[in-house]
């Protein structure tokens, strides 16, 4: 409860944002602006996880960082601990309403992927989204993954593809080529792009 009543604006702006809100109307209902009020929003739930992940583990609940990495999404992975470990986490809230979970009805059943279920996912998920071109959220519809997770998991396959093309090209070359590719662009898949393009001959071996 302390933990609420010191954070009574944050909570007020997750409540709003889950309900449709724009972090800019928001910051124009507090006379903030929007930037700081997402700022303020991401920040909370971090903090609300950590505070959830310490009761339960405290309870002998699993490590809540497991749902964090499956989910990826951290308003998800705190919607699903308060479905499914409520009974506990109500006591943590003094019979404060769960904060997220009514937004969050549908979601994909916690599991431990292997290693084999990863590239299996990763190997459709590129397929989908290269040759499909389907949405991050229509390919976890299919394979029962959150969105960010789909995400992720997109983005690390081609990270994955430019470090190991930056082991290739480095020596070869007269000046910092991890810098040149990192500074190009944030996404990983970009980046990949422009490898291809500029480095084909040498990186035959790694193109699909």
Known sequence: MEFMNRNKLDYEIVKLKHAGKTF??????????????A????????????????????NGIMDAYEFLEFYVS?????????HMHDDSLSVLRHGEPPLLAEFYTDIPPFRNLTE???KTFETRIVEEK?????????????LNL???KVKRMYQFYYHQKCLKAIEIIEPMVDFSFIDYIFDYSYYPQVRWQLI???????????ID
């Open 116 to 118: 084999g279920q990863v």
């Open 196 to 206: 291809k393009e500029e480095y084909s001959d040498l990186i035959q071996g790694l």
């Open 130 to 142: 290269d040759q499909q071109n389907k949405t991050y959220a229509d390919i976890g519809k299919a």
């Open 24 to 37: 800019q109307e928001i910051g124009n209902q507090y006379k903030l602006c929007g930037a700081g009020i």
């Open 74 to 82: 951290i308003a998800i992975t705190i919607a699903y601990m308060e």
């Open 146 to 148: 959150t969105a960010d």
């Open 39 to 58: 700022h303020k929003y991401r920040k909370f739930l971090f903090r609300l996880f950590k505070c959830y992940h310490q009761f339960l583990s405290s």
